[in-house]
């Protein structure tokens, strides 16, 4: 694509008249740039990107998009923001894929993760070629990619949806988070469904209050339904339970669909059952009314399935279908994920890292437990440092034994973000075991027959970030050595 056509997506662009070479590749990394790139220069958290335009230069780079004039060989387009640029340039240099698939956006603070696995699954069972993108990996088909971010950089997100289109993917469904939100990697996505999960604490590291935080994932619903000029139809589906649902509600163009336990909604569920291998309820929807059983647990997951089914009917896929499929998923990677080597007590490894998603789980526990519940829980470092004494809290308040312990300390001191946990309570009913592996070894140790331990926070990660070392940990595979190794020394 000629650089001139490429500046043409640009809305706020218009001045630029030099040279118009062919653009091979747009790029944001000056290591990834190779002859005939254009490269983005990204103003990072932690280097500035206009630094490495000379190097990207260097490498083969015929035309430079930055935030201020540059002295490089090669024409330099000034733009007010780069990264939304780059969003725009993207959506543009990979033939504006979204407009191809029917995508649906799940944004919200917990559940985001499990509810695109659940929607993945029902589309399958559709007989849809699907694509996911999201904290656990990137998938098409039964091809799946690793990736850093829940939601990736503009680049890659385009990039990955071009190959969705060209792999002929029917349905592509991906987590949104806040930060992409309001960074504006989503910018040029065209949305067909977004689903809104819920909001709670976390992230205030970055959006600072909570309103900011909200208004952030509203970007989601506020640009549904505004940006194109389709025929396509459009669709919020919200969580009526959650009080935020009022305010996107009347932000978005879209046609709304409500989902709920507690207030009358679109689609709903009633006389719920949980019992520790599943769970029932009454589907009720517009579609009619059944019972289903499910695999998952808590009603943290009800909500989770509402959230699928609803924005499953309105992607158009059969009721009976989306009952089939829901009665046979097990559960997602890491979320109440159970370690058994035959021992006589439970040991749960689960995401949960923010206050209401602790809690949740927690009290999803110990509605079964009939002894003793350990919990192992710390909090990440460079991350909302308020929501430490919560965490601390939350895990004092519903289990027996709370174990507090490193999650991914990175540039901080583990000790200090310990003690701001444990500032947050002033029962002793805890433990403080900077390792997290002895902290992991020390609950299955004290465990008796029948008690029940929550490690929390990790999930299906398989690394600690401790300073700039990235090291292998995965909660999972430490809970397995030591029960076997507590079995060998009984
Ligand atoms: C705070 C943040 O969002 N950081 C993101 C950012 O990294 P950064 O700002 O540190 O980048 P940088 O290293 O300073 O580099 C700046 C620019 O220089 C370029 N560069 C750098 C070196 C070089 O030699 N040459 C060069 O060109 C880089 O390619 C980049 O374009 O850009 C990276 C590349 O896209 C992201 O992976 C990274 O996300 C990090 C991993 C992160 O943790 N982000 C969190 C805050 C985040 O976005 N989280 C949400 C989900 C949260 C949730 O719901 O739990 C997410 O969507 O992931
Ligand atoms: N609907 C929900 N409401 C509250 N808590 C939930 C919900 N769904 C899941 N959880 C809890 O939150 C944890 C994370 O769930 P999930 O990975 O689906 O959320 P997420 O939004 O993708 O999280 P993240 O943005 O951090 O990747 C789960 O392990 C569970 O403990």
Known sequence: MKLQTLLSYLHDFTTYVGENPTITSIEMDSREVKKGSLFICIKGFTVDGHDFAKQAVENGAVAIIAERPLDVDAPVIVVRDSRRAMAVLADA???????????????????????THIIEHIARKANKKTGLIGTVHIKIGDDTYPTKNTTPESLLLQRTFKQMVDEGVDVAVMEVSSHALHMGRVHGCD????????????????????????????????????????KRPKFAVLNNDDPASQYYKHMTAATVITYGIETDSDIMAKRIDIVPSGMSFDLITPH????????LIGLFNVYNLLAAVSASLVSGIPFSVIVEAIEEISGVAGRFETVDEGQN???????????????????????????KVYVVVGCGGDRDRTKRPLMAKTAVKYADVAIFTSDNPRSEEPEQILRDMEAGVSSERYVTIVDRKEAIYYAIEQAQEGDII?????????????????????????????????????
């Open 93 to 115: 240099f990979y033939g504006q894929p979204t407009h191809q698939l029917h995508l649906i956006g799940v944004t919200g603070t917990n559940g985001k993760t499990t509810t």
């Open 191 to 230: 949305y067909d469904v977004a689903v809104f999960t819920n909001l709670t604490q976390d992230h205030l590291d970055y959006h600072e209050t909570m309103e900011e935080y909200r208004n952030a994932k509203g970007l989601l619903f506020s640009q549904l339904g505004n940006r194109y000029d389709h």
């Open 288 to 295: 009619g009314t059944v019972r289903v059983k499910t695999r």
């Open 345 to 371: 007590f439970t040991v749960i490894v689960d995401y949960a890292h923010t206050p209401d998603s602790l809690e949740n789980v927690l009290k999803t526990i110990r509605q079964f437990a009939q002894k």
């Open 454 to 490: 929550l490690i929390a926070g990790k999930g299906h990660e398989t690394y600690q970030i401790i300073g700039d070392r990235v090291i292998d940990f995965d909660d999972r595979l430490v809970a397995r050595e030591a029960i076997k190794e507590r079995k060998n020394i009984c």
